[in-house]
């Protein structure tokens, strides 16, 4: 076991490692918010940082998980195994008003810091390049493929309108619900159609009643994407799209349910034939590990950055991290800026010195929580014995 005064001199270590990597970092960010490339589209994001990774000494693997944007770059050996996130994807006209150009480039420093100090520190490091969060979930496919299969934590860092070290997020299904009837003319033969809209309209009114009886961190919204062609034509063909959220997965699979009874009971007051079609990917909720969590926050705050942390359920949405959480210890803080995400004043942000500033302070602080589990078996003990549930 590391003492103190060594994990001391290796975080000191690993920010200065962070420090002096600032200009090729700056460049990183800069390049990645200059060419904003859509969800699996990433082709020079990904070829950008696995090259960085290669020029540093790390073994890389493009296309992992089958996803040509995706990859894995590794150093060092054995255990314990740290992943850094890395996301790069941006915004349909926006551009990275997510300030993925940041959360790409944190992880990466973070990952170079972290190499320059495994000879002190056993263990590896890997860099996960994770394509399209915005759309898509590429993280899905990636744990799915078992890519986080021996991996003993893993972190990102993402850009915020506040610092929050925990932030919940919901699990998410989606579902399409297509309705099959009879056209007939509205007027003249009413009697002979079967109103595929009416089923739509049915069951868009009885999930809307659901609604008053789920739980408060629960949610369930949706839009009609069809309802026929003309209003004299009973419309044949009717169709809609629903999300089904929850901050469990039992009871998410629980609300699907009630939502398909809807769904089905429409269909056989109608007299319509009724397809429900799933979205291939479910999210699933984020997993918080607060021991893991507290680590980072002790971290950032030792290099004078301070914490707004509210109440972690609050302004909730559902991310592909969740499912990282699912099987490994996992952290995504939110780091400060001035505006709101998805937002086009966000994306400049994204490019400001402050914003600079604060993905060379998240590299610091993952690197340093790198540190604490690399070099104290007794923490990485303890955020695992958490996160198994003891």
């Known amino acids: 076991m590391t003492n103190r005064g060594d994990v001391k001199s290796l975080k000191q270590r690993v920010q200065a490692e962070v420090d002096r990597l600032a200009p090729e970092l700056l460049a990183t960010s800069r390049f990645l918010h200059s060419n904003p490339e859509l969800a699996y589209e990433e082709h020079k994001a990904a070829e950008h940082l696995t090259a960085a990774l290669e020029r540093h000494g790390f073994r890389v693997t493009r296309g992992v998980a089958d996803l040509p944007t995706a990859f894995v770059g590794r150093t060092g050996s054995g255990s314990p195994r740290i992943a850094f996130l890395a996301e790069y994807d941006a915004l349909p006209g926006l551009g990275h008003a997510c300030g993925h150009n940041l959360i790409g480039t944190a992880?990466?420093?973070?990952?170079?810091?972290?190499?320059?100090i495994l000879g002190e520190a056993q263990g590896e490091v890997l860099l996960v390049g994770c394509p399209a969060e915005e759309k898509g979930?590429?993280?899905?496919?990636?744990?799915?493929?078992?890519v986080f299969a021996g991996v003993d934590a893993a972190m990102l860092v993402h850009p915020s309108n506040r610092t929050e070290i925990v932030k919940l997020a919901l699990g998410m299904r989606e579902m399409t619900v297509e309705?099959?009837?009879?056209?007939?003319?509205?007027?003249?033969?009413?009697?002979?159609?079967?109103?595929?809209?009416?089923?739509v309209v049915l069951a868009y009114t009885g999930i809307s009643t659901l609604r008053q009886q789920v739980r408060s961190d629960a949610r369930i919204h949706g839009i009609i994407t069809h309802g026929g062609r003309a209003p004299n034509i009973i419309p044949d063909y009717a169709a809609a799209r629903?999300?089904?959220?929850?901050?469990?997965l039992p009871y998410l699979d629980d609300l699907y349910r009630r939502v398909i009874a809807c769904v089905e009971a429409a269909a056989q007051a109608t007299g319509c034939r009724v397809k429900i079609t799933p979205a291939s990917k479910d999210y699933h909720p984020y997993k918080p590990v607060y021991s893991f969590a507290e680590l980072f926050q002790r971290n950032l705050e030792s290099l004078g950055e301070s914490v707004d942390q509210g109440p972690v359920d609050r302004e909730l949405g559902s991310t592909d991290v969740g499912n990282v959480s699912q099987v490994v210890p996992t952290i995504q803080p939110m780091s400060p800026r001035e505006v709101t995400c998805h937002m086009a004043a966000f994306a400049e942000a994204a490019l400001s010195d402050v914003g600079?500033?604060?993905?060379l302070s998240a590299a610091k602080a993952m690197a340093m929580t790198a540190v604490d589990l690399l070099a104290e078996?007794?923490?990485l003990a303890r955020v695992a014995a958490e996160f198994r549930g003891y």
């Open 107 to 116: 992880s990466l420093g973070a990952a170079l810091a972290v190499k320059a």
């Open 137 to 146: 979930g590429g993280k899905i496919d990636l744990a799915q493929a078992g």
């Open 179 to 199: 309705y099959f009837g009879k056209a007939s003319h509205a007027a003249a033969s009413p009697e002979q159609g079967i109103n595929a809209l009416d089923a």
């Open 242 to 248: 629903f999300y089904v959220r929850a901050l469990d």
């Open 356 to 359: 600079q500033r604060a993905m």
């Open 377 to 379: 078996p007794a923490t």
